[in-house]
């Protein structure tokens, strides 16, 4: 079992840079690959980054690639998203969770644990 929850949105201008946390409880955090996803108003969940158990593995989405850097510290239990140059569609509701697939887990029903989301809103 893993507990997550995510820290760090917030209201920020275009352009400008957020970070974001998710911490994990359980002892097999570190056995996890980790994602974050983000569902914007009346869309569907969306895959932004994915890491996989050590950090040699990392996919982005092309939304935000060049953009978004994923990384984690396992003992610290907890995964990062430094988002970088931010644009308007980026706004959203933002999701950590935890897969037990090695790696290349892009969609949601790859994820068996999920975090309550923090909300990321990017002004023009």
């Known amino acids: 079992q893993v507990q997550l929850v995510e820290s760090g949105g917030g209201l920020v201008q275009a352009g400008g840079s957020l970070g974001l946390s998710c911490a994990g409880s359980?002892?097999?955090?570190?056995?996890?690959?980790m994602g974050w996803f983000r569902q914007a108003p009346g869309k569907e969940r969306e895959f932004v980054a994915t890491?996989?158990?050590?950090?040699?593995?990392?996919y982005y989405a092309d939304s935000v690639k060049g953009r978004f850097t994923i990384s984690r510290d396992n003992a610290k239990n907890t995964v990062y998203l430094q988002m970088n140059s931010l644009k308007p569609e980026d706004t959203a509701v933002y999701y950590c969770?935890?897969?037990?697939?090695?790696?290349?887990?892009?969609?949601?029903?790859?994820?068996?644990?999920w975090g309550q989301g923090t909300h990321v809103t990017v002004s023009s």
């Open positions: 890491i996989n158990w050590i950090g040699t593995k990392i």
């Open positions: 359980g002892r097999t955090f570190n056995t996890y690959s």
């Open positions: 969770a935890a897969s037990g697939y090695a790696t290349e887990a892009f969609t949601t029903n790859r994820y068996s644990y």
